[in-house]
């Protein structure tokens, strides 16, 4: 008859397969270790680019702002019923009579107040237009000695 046999398989772990289990067990470790300082590293450059970023749109936040208080000042020109060859002329102006201590918007500002100030004492549009042409770059020169003896306002 047949005899069954039972069959006990053991394995023994020899030095030289448990010294290499232990050295697998051991990079898995470190690439793990090297895997969570990368994704640490990765967090800190993201967070340095989300603070350049941040950085970027402060710095540019004056410009735009200025670039802003310029489009409202052409746009109150309009609102006093300037043609559009007329707000054209008026920025060819403003932007030519370049004058130190001044920026292009407080130029414009002063513009649009010396035009509206002439229109509203009854001057007609090219009149006001033209006077304000003159008007303005005086303006200008008295708020920059004004500043300069008073300090800044």
Same mark, same amino acid.
């Given at each position: 008859?047949?005899?069954?046999?039972?069959?006990?398989?053991?394995?023994?772990?020899?030095?030289?397969?448990?010294?290499?289990?232990?050295?697998?067990?051991?990079?898995?470790?470190?690439?793990?270790?090297?895997?969570?300082?990368?994704?640490?590293?990765?967090?800190?450059?993201?967070?340095? *680019?989300? +603070?350049?970023? !941040?950085?970027?749109?402060?710095?540019?936040?004056? @410009? &735009?702002? $200025?670039?802003?208080?310029?489009?409202?000042?052409?746009?109150?020109?309009?609102?006093?019923?300037?043609?559009?060859?007329?707000?054209?002329?008026?920025?060819?102006?403003?932007?030519?009579?370049?004058?130190?201590?001044?920026?292009?918007?407080?130029?414009?500002?002063?513009?649009?107040?010396?035009?509206?100030?002439?229109?509203?004492?009854? *001057?007609? +549009?090219?009149? !006001?237009?033209?006077?304000?042409?003159?008007?303005? @770059? &005086?303006? $200008?020169?008295?708020?920059?000695?004004?500043?300069?003896?008073?300090?800044?306002?």
């Amino acid at each position: 008859m047949f005899n069954a046999y039972s069959v006990a398989v053991k394995i023994k772990l020899v030095d030289h397969v448990t010294s290499g289990l232990i050295g697998i067990t051991t990079g898995l470790k470190n690439a793990d270790s090297a895997a969570q300082g990368l994704h640490k590293h990765m967090g800190l450059i993201g967070m340095a *680019m989300a +603070g350049t970023g !941040a950085a970027m749109l402060l710095g540019l936040k004056a @410009p &735009i702002q $200025a670039a802003m208080e310029f489009t409202r000042e052409m746009s109150k020109l309009k609102q006093q019923g300037l043609s559009d060859l007329q707000i054209a002329d008026a920025r060819k102006f403003v932007e030519a009579n370049d004058m130190i201590g001044t920026s292009i918007q407080q130029r414009m500002k002063l513009f649009v107040e010396a035009q509206g100030a002439f229109r509203e004492s009854g *001057m007609g +549009g090219l009149a !006001a237009l033209e006077a304000a042409k003159v008007m303005s @770059p &005086i303006l $200008a020169q008295y708020q920059v000695a004004g500043s300069m003896l008073n300090g800044p306002h």
